[in-house]
């Protein structure tokens, strides 16, 4: 028995991208796209598109931006079937000005990440996108450090405001455990009466799968993973497990499984990612991972756990 | 505020043999008996007290039968504070003529791994520990395999005719989800009236800390880990994550963290063990580990995953 509203949302290329600035050959691109479309995960997020004049553009790859044109260049030739393209817009990084209207563009959804004090920006974003003829989500990142009136009020708000499908539950830091997730989908629940609630973790405690099944207990119905785990510090949930959990028969395996052979698993002797100790404790802690991944891109000090410990204790107490 | 009923066992160097046949470096079991007693893990287990008849003993290291003379080198000169010193044995592959009187001896509990239908072996391997003046556990094996009538009547068995203080929901091949988890722990605390339940976990689909949290959330008590989650195939539920979540203050992470930097990331170098994608299907199919571990074993086929997804279908369906 399945959920038929339950939508998976593979996101390897977008938050993967946060590993090496978005720098993935088009092959790699072109064949995750592929992939995605044949084992009929429902959106596959190819990128940012960030605008080039709030970031340094020199120091990203094309995955950062999604122009249209790079765009084609992955979906020519493939057959969509049912899946559908994503890109992200963050919204202190990003443009009304980059949002074409879809006629023109090979983009079906842009999802729309944001803090809950920038949600008036977010907001603006998803309905340009809405109204350029887009499907929007918004996602609510390091929701492990809101609560209280402000996450109530922009919840509201973007009930009230938007036409967007979902609104995700983003655990930026890898922090949640499952009562949490409970408490977080069932307020987003209660606040959203015309939307679905997504949930989007990470995997510093290895609870990121985990607490994925504990958001569709709880009536979640937009899920991202990413291939593997790929993703900045211990990852994110694997696509690969969340489909080997859903019984819907229109998932297929097997070409995940391929391009995780060819494509991500070579990505391992260039990224290192994956539960590491530093990773737990700052997801532990509650901290931005950016602490634990400074500490571990040092090799002469990337396995002094006690170290890393002290200097949380020193740096946040 | 925490429960004081929960205890901790650490059997990194027992259950993490299963890599290595048990052949671990004498510095390394002493370090880690050190390490678990300063950081308050209620008990650590040192191996298996398997019988050298029953095993070919050539092909193991000494922590497969843990000999007294052996123990007493790890724990010389160590203060155990409250950390007790647990051995296992494998209901089929051991005698009650290796169980010595208890003042003869360093170990305190002694684990009964059994399968359900060797459940008269363990009941009486159990009766002459507890005689002979050990704490004993029965922690019953391959648990996904198990339900129904056969079950019941074990755990019923149990409870009439053992004084072991526990016993244990062992996911041997890395398959229950959370709600199975509840579902074991439930029915065997139905049956174990005036005893504690205990959650043992494998990381098959990265979800062991998360039923480990599971079995808690209903009433488990004993609660297995091994440091950075050491063990067979996809390993364990890790012991610094357990202790990262537990707020007894009697805990303290920092002697684990330190062993774990000397002692343990090192032998990543020899062996294997974390998230692969055919421990994660062995894992789903609710099969055991092996057929995954074969299949690894072959570099040439190592990271042929959809190879081994087929190999399944057609040797199991």
Redesign the interface.
């Known amino acids: 028995m399945f959920r038929p509203e339950i939508k998976v949302v593979d996101c390897t290329i977008r938050d993967g991208g946060l590993t090496n600035n978005s720098n993935f050959t088009l092959e790699t691109v072109r064949a995750v796209y592929q992939a995605a479309c044949e084992s009929g995960v429902d959106y596959v997020e190819l990128g940012y598109r960030n605008n080039r004049k709030m970031l340094e553009p020199a120091k990203f790859g094309p995955w950062r931006f999604c122009d249209e044109s790079q765009l084609a260049e992955v979906t020519r030739g493939v057959d969509p079937r049912s899946t559908k393209l994503a890109v992200m817009m963050d919204s202190h990084k990003s443009s009304v000005d980059d949002i074409v209207p879809k006629d023109r563009s090979v983009v079906d959804m842009i999802r729309v990440a944001t803090y809950v004090k920038d949600v008036d920006k977010a907001i603006r974003l998803a309905k340009v996108a809405h109204d350029q003829g887009y499907e929007t989500t918004i996602n609510v990142m390091s929701i492990s450090k809101e609560g209280g009136l402000h996450l109530d009020e922009a919840l509201q708000q973007i009930e009230e405001e938007t036409r967007a499908l979902a609104v995700y539950v983003v655990d930026s830091f890898g922090s949640l455990?499952?009562?949490e997730v409970h408490y977080f989908v069932e307020r987003f629940t209660m606040f959203l009466k015309t939307k679905h609630v997504g949930v989007h973790m990470h995997?510093n405690?290895?609870?990121?799968?985990?607490?994925t099944?504990?958001g569709i207990?709880k009536g979640a119905n937009f899920l991202d993973g990413t291939l593997?785990?790929l993703g900045r510090g211990a990852g994110n949930c694997?696509t690969?497990?969340l489909l080997?959990?859903l019984k819907n028969p229109k998932f297929n395996?097997?070409p995940l499984?391929?391009v995780?052979?060819r494509h991500i698993?070579p990505l391992q002797k260039q990224i290192d990612w994956?539960?590491h100790?530093p990773y737990?404790?700052s997801g532990?802690r509650n901290l931005h991972p950016n602490v634990a991944i400074e500490w571990m891109a040092d090799a002469t000090r990337k396995?002094?756990?006690?170290g890393f410990?002290k200097k949380l204790e020193i740096d946040f107490e």
Chains 1, 2 share one sequence.
Do not use: H, K, R
């Open positions: 455990y499952s009562e995997n405690q290895q609870l990121a799968f985990a607490n099944i504990e207990i593997y785990g694997p690969e497990l080997g959990f395996l097997v499984l391929d995780i052979s698993l994956g539960y100790v737990m404790l532990i396995e002094d756990l006690v410990y």
